[in-house]
T-cell receptor, first 113, second 113 residues
């Protein structure tokens, strides 16, 4: 079946540091990938659309300088949370679309202490 | 714009009870409709989908029918199991692939033995 690998699954970092989350499409070349954020007991909110070879498209209210997205190849998109603060603690999930619809990564739980 | 509204949880049921989780949507055109399930600590998994009016999606005993006249896509299961305990998200997209998903707020289901 379709596979999107997201890494790491869990990360704890100190306030002020940066964290990189990787999302790999293992079986399908993905020109477009999506990054979502999910607060506890809430729904997923789209943060940005990652486009291979071009700049990401950010949703309103999402700081592009804080959440850096790179989609340098058809199989890898990365989200870097820069200068993380406790309020950035959340569950981040990537997804890609393909002929089989949407496939989601397993998510990354970020805790900033 | 597009929006999805689903019943708030948590929904607590006894094993073998009948489940309904309501979902209504607002969208232009003819969206595709989805139900995703999120088990604790995991990412989202596609449960079922329907791409046009009167289509019925089904999987693992769950069913949902695309009702254009009532703009609804209610999720049902005749007999729930403890293993069905999870958060369920209703979502729509304007195309089956290529466009982003709009999610409902999620409904937490707890099934007690």
């Amino acid at each position: 079946g379709a596979v999107v690998s997201q890494h790491p699954s869990w990360v704890i970092c100190k306030s002020g540091t940066s964290v990189k989350i990787e999302c790999r499409s293992l079986d399908f070349q993905a020109t477009t990938m999506f990054w979502y954020r999910q607060f506890p007991k809430q729904s997923l909110m789209l943060m940005a659309t990652s486009n291979e070879g071009s700049k990401a498209t950010y949703e309103q209210g999402v700081e592009k300088d804080k959440f850096l997205i790179n989609h340098a190849s058809l199989t890898l998109s990365t989200l870097t949370v820069t200068s993380a603060h406790p309020e950035d603690s959340s569950f981040y999930i990537c997804s890609r679309t393909g002929d089989d619809g949407y496939t989601f990564g397993s998510g990354t739980r970020l805790t900033v202490v | 714009g597009n929006s999805v509204t689903q019943m708030e949880g948590p929904v607590t049921l006894s094993e073998e009870a009948f489940l309904t989780i309501n979902c209504t949507y607002t969208a232009t055109g003819y969206p595709s409709l989805f139900w995703y399930v999120q088990y604790p600590g995991e990412g989202l998994q596609l449960l079922l989908k329907a791409t046009k009016a009167d289509d019925k999606g089904s999987n693992k005993g769950f069913e949902a029918t695309y009702r254009k006249e009532t703009t609804s896509f209610h999720l049902e299961k005749g007999s729930v199991q403890v293993s069905d305990s999870a958060v369920y998200f209703c979502a729509l997209s304007r195309n089956n692939a290529g466009n982003m998903l709009t999610f409902g707020g999620g409904t937490r289901l707890m099934v007690k033995p």
